[in-house]
């Protein structure tokens, strides 16, 4: 598999957009929004492609800064989308796109991925270590709940403490 950053407004951006309808906005019979289309100007996109240069899965996400209660910004990414075509869902597809993204984000400083999940892929999530967070909210037509999971190099350091002090 290959995965590519697509850029927006581009004809594999198209492509994009036609794989996210069909496979996610159809069958959820959400409403297709043409404005929160034309805002994705901003966001990450990957595209994951077979070994026939067949386009078979995305990621749309948003990366962004926010302070927390002690004034400290911290980098965060809103995962907006993850998209596999039908006939290879259940496949561990989606499952290694999230992997590859969580490590892009790590090599790049964030913190923290959130995500709005369809109450039907709660578990889904929930297996890759998403915690529920706050209430169900409707959106796009859709029962939501925002989940999150806390991400962070670890520090080589961490697998052997010691002792520092003084001899007597």
Request: hydrophobic fraction near 40%; charged fraction near 25%; proline fraction near 2%.
């Given at each position: 598999?290959?995965?590519?950053?697509?850029?927006?407004?581009?004809?594999?951006?198209?492509?994009?957009?036609?794989?996210?309808?069909q496979?996610?906005y159809?069958p959820?019979?959400?409403?297709?929004?043409?404005?929160?289309?034309?805002?994705?100007?901003?966001?990450?996109?990957?595209?994951?492609?077979?070994?026939?240069s067949?386009?078979?899965?995305?990621?749309?996400?948003k990366?962004?800064e926010?302070?927390?209660?002690?004034?400290?910004?911290?980098?965060?990414?809103?995962l907006?989308?993850?998209?596999?075509?039908?006939?290879?869902?259940r496949?561990?597809?989606?499952?290694?796109?999230?992997?590859?993204?969580?490590?892009?984000?790590?090599?790049?400083?964030?913190?923290?991925i959130?995500l709005?999940?369809h109450?039907?892929a709660?578990?889904?999530?929930?297996?890759?270590?998403?915690?529920?967070h706050?209430?169900?909210?409707?959106?796009?037509?859709?029962?939501?709940?925002?989940?999150?999971?806390?991400?962070?190099?670890?520090?080589?350091?961490?697998?052997?403490?010691?002792?520092?002090?003084?001899?007597?």
């Amino acid at each position: 598999m290959n995965f590519v950053s697509v850029m927006f407004a581009s004809p594999v951006y198209d492509e994009l957009v036609q794989i996210r309808l069909q496979s996610l906005y159809i069958p959820l019979e959400a409403d297709i929004n043409i404005e929160a289309f034309a805002q994705e100007y901003k966001d990450v996109h990957l595209a994951v492609y077979d070994v026939k240069s067949q386009l078979i899965g995305a990621v749309v996400a948003k990366v962004c800064e926010e302070e927390d209660e002690f004034m400290n910004k911290r980098k965060i990414c809103l995962l907006k989308q993850v998209v596999v075509k039908p006939k290879l869902q259940r496949l561990g597809l989606g499952k290694e796109l999230m992997a590859n993204l969580e490590q892009l984000l790590i090599s790049k400083g964030y913190k923290e991925i959130r995500l709005f999940a369809h109450i039907g892929a709660m578990d889904y999530y929930g297996k890759m270590g998403f915690v529920k967070h706050g209430k169900p909210f409707s959106g796009a037509g859709i029962k939501q709940h925002t989940l999150k999971k806390k991400i962070q190099k670890k520090s080589d350091k961490l697998h052997r403490l010691e002792a520092v002090g003084y001899e007597s």
